[in-house]
């Protein structure tokens, strides 16, 4: 595979893993009746959409087309939710602890994307890398709620 096409898979890839996060926290949204829940559910998307939008203006410039879709494992991980949530409920507890395993896999797939061995122009590495950090930060947003309601 030429570099250009693994550039193109790794950012698709990206753009994949950040819709399945705004589905899983519109899905999460949905599934809580607490404002201060879905105002931070609602941010963790606004956060995805604005990176989907870089991603995609990146894929473009790799004269690709942009990516809408998500992955088969998400659309996987959003059913077992949907099915988990209708037999325990939605306690806060259990929907953080979802969203944290959501944020587990966005951080594997962001680091899996920085190790590769692609050739990248410094600044599209920059761009993914500071996506990382800001979606690190959000990931221990989520955990630090998942600590505070278990106790």
């Keep these: 595979m030429l570099?250009?096409?693994?550039?193109?898979t790794l950012l698709s890839d990206l753009v994949k893993i950040n819709n399945d996060?705004?589905?899983g926290y519109k899905q999460a949204q949905?599934?809580?009746?607490?404002?201060d829940v879905k105002?931070?559910?609602q941010h963790m998307i606004n956060d995805s959409l604005k990176y989907v939008a870089e991603l995609n203006l990146l894929l473009r410039a790799q004269g690709a087309s942009e990516e809408t879709d998500t992955t088969i494992s998400g659309k996987l991980y959003r059913t077992w939710m949907a099915i988990k949530t209708t037999f325990?409920?939605?306690?806060?507890?259990?929907?953080?602890?979802?969203c944290e395993y959501g944020e587990d896999a966005v951080q594997r797939a962001y680091s899996d994307a920085l190790s590769m061995d692609?050739?990248?122009?410094?600044?599209?590495r920059e761009i993914i890398g500071?996506?990382?950090?800001?979606?690190?930060?959000?990931h221990d947003t989520i955990k630090s709620y998942r600590d505070v309601v278990s106790q």
């Design 30 to 35: 949905d599934a809580s009746d607490d404002a």
């Design 39 to 41: 105002a931070l559910f």
């Design 130 to 138: 500071n996506q990382q950090a800001n979606l690190k930060e959000a």
């Design 21 to 23: 996060r705004i589905e």
């Design 88 to 98: 325990t409920g939605t306690d806060r507890y259990s929907l953080f602890s979802s």
């Design 3 to 8: 570099q250009e096409e693994k550039l193109v």
């Design 118 to 124: 692609v050739a990248m122009p410094y600044s599209m």
